[in-house]
């Protein structure tokens, strides 16, 4: 069973970048699908990204398609989120969720705590 936990939140303004990490422990972490969710306050959660166990093959919402990057360094059990070019409707936390079969249909098995970002000016 893997246990995950983000880091790199924070408050940015409109147009910045950041670079979410998310640290797996307590499993083979080349065996799971990695991806990123978010939840806004009032909002339901919703999906960002996802990768696959090998990291080449990358999946995106449409409202992040272009701005937002996802990749995995297997070696280090980590995986990151780079976020450009943010807008005020990023505003959320983010979650990083795990899965052996998949992270995009179905609900994850496996979560992290999340972390808070705030773009605002």
């Known amino acids: 069973q893997v246990q995950l936990v983000e880091s790199g939140g924070g408050l940015v303004q409109p147009g910045g970048s950041l670079r979410l990490s998310c640290a797996a422990s307590?499993?083979?972490?080349?065996?799971?699908?990695m991806g990123w969710f978010r939840q806004a306050p009032g909002k339901e959660r919703e999906f960002v990204a996802s990768?696959?166990?090998?990291?080449?093959?990358?999946y995106y919402a449409d409202s992040v398609k272009g701005r937002f990057a996802i990749s995995r360094d297997n070696a280090k059990n980590m995986v990151f989120l780079q976020m450009n070019s943010l807008k005020p409707e990023d505003t959320a936390v983010y979650y990083c969720?795990?899965?052996?079969?998949?992270?995009?249909?179905?609900?994850?098995?496996?979560w992290g705590q999340g972390t808070q970002v705030t773009v605002s000016s």
């Open positions: 969720a795990a899965d052996r079969v998949t992270v995009v249909l179905g609900t994850p098995n496996y």
């Open positions: 307590g499993g083979t972490f080349s065996i799971y699908k």
């Open positions: 990768c696959s166990r090998g990291g080449g093959d990358t």
